[in-house]
């Protein structure tokens, strides 16, 4: 399809050429893929805005901008139950149960992207597909879960709960803080990534004109699509910390605490990509062409049209 919009765009003896300035807005579902094992990928959202230069030859597209990108993922952790052998301050031996619920692990991501994009336009329809060189500037994750731990004793029929002072409580909050969180492409550990988009859609104002304000349907195109992006490169998120849930001995007892999942050990080596789609939104504003004028030349006296270069005498 772009070959042929590309053979369409240079074989018109009339050329049909306009230049826009456009602004568009993206808004979809964000998948962060990874090669993490027994760990499913990543969901949550993705959002983009910008502003781009857009060149329209025939039935022929070419667009290049920046736009800033958002996204925020959702890492899926199953609930944890594990048991600690341990004795009490009377030299008695007891099982510690720990059971994580409800885990939540959040990661954000700020990038700046340049998308260089080319495509066709036919009627109504249209669709473009290119790279986006994508800076990222930012990122944090974090994690947290609802912690109850009891007490199993051998010789006693009962389980021990709510116990503070033997470090047996019920639903305590425990989480991480937020961490910063620095992607970088592979092999070459650079924080540039490449990621391959396409999308897909109409022209919604072809044949409408607003009354009221008259909106020239050629000067003002709006246009609606679908979108992706997935990453070409592979990402790494700079793990290879703590495990994602564990526990230390302390003077004071034992301490719990959880790490986010894309900085703990089982992120060691683990690559990532994005995968976006959603629904696209593009506001086009045509730039003004250079005109022609003529200057007729009548006994000395001249008309001249308004924007022009040419004369006729």
Same mark, same amino acid.
């Given at each position: ?18 230049? %826009? ?211 070409? %490169? ?80």
């Amino acid at each position: 399809m772009l070959c042929c919009a590309l053979a369409g765009a240079y074989t018109r003896l009339t050329p049909d050429t306009y230049s %826009f300035i456009s602004l568009h807005g993206d808004l979809g579902y964000s998948a962060l893929l990874h090669t993490i094992e027994g760990k499913k990928p990543a969901a949550g959202l993705n959002a983009n805005f910008g502003v781009d230069y857009r060149l329209y030859h025939n039935d022929f597209l070419f667009s290049i901008g920046v736009e800033g990108m958002y996204e925020q993922n959702f890492n899926l952790i199953d609930q944890l139950d594990i048991t600690i052998p341990m004795r009490d301050t009377e030299g008695d031996i007891f099982n510690m149960h720990v059971h994580a619920d409800a885990p939540k692990d959040m990661a954000n991501m700020v990038n700046v992207n340049v998308p260089i994009l080319f495509g066709g336009e036919w009627g109504r329809f249209y669709f473009m597909v290119g790279p986006k060189v994508s800076v990222n500037l930012y990122g944090t994750t974090s994690s947290k879960a609802m912690v109850t731990t009891y007490g199993e004793y051998d010789r006693y029929y009962d389980d021990f709960y709510d116990m503070p002072n033997h470090q047996f409580e019920s639903n305590r909050l425990t989480g991480s803080p937020t961490l910063p969180l620095k992607w970088k492409a592979q092999p070459m550990n650079w924080s540039v990534n490449l990621l391959a988009h396409a999308e897909i859609g109409a022209r919604v104002n072809h044949m409408y004109k607003h009354k009221s304000f008259h909106i020239d349907p050629d000067k003002i195109r709006v246009y609606v699509a679908a979108y992706a992006d997935f990453g070409i %490169f592979g990402l790494s998120s700079g793990g290879g910390g703590e495990p994602p849930f564990d526990y230390r001995e302390t003077d004071k007892g034992v301490q719990f605490f959880v790490q986010p999942l894309l900085l703990s050990s089982l992120s060691t080596g683990a690559v990532f990509r994005n995968l976006n789609v959603g629904a696209k939104c593009t506001v086009a504003f045509e730039l003004p062409k250079s005109g022609k004028s003529y200057i007729y030349n009548g006994n000395d006296t001249y008309r001249r049209k308004r924007g022009g270069n040419q004369v006729l005498r």
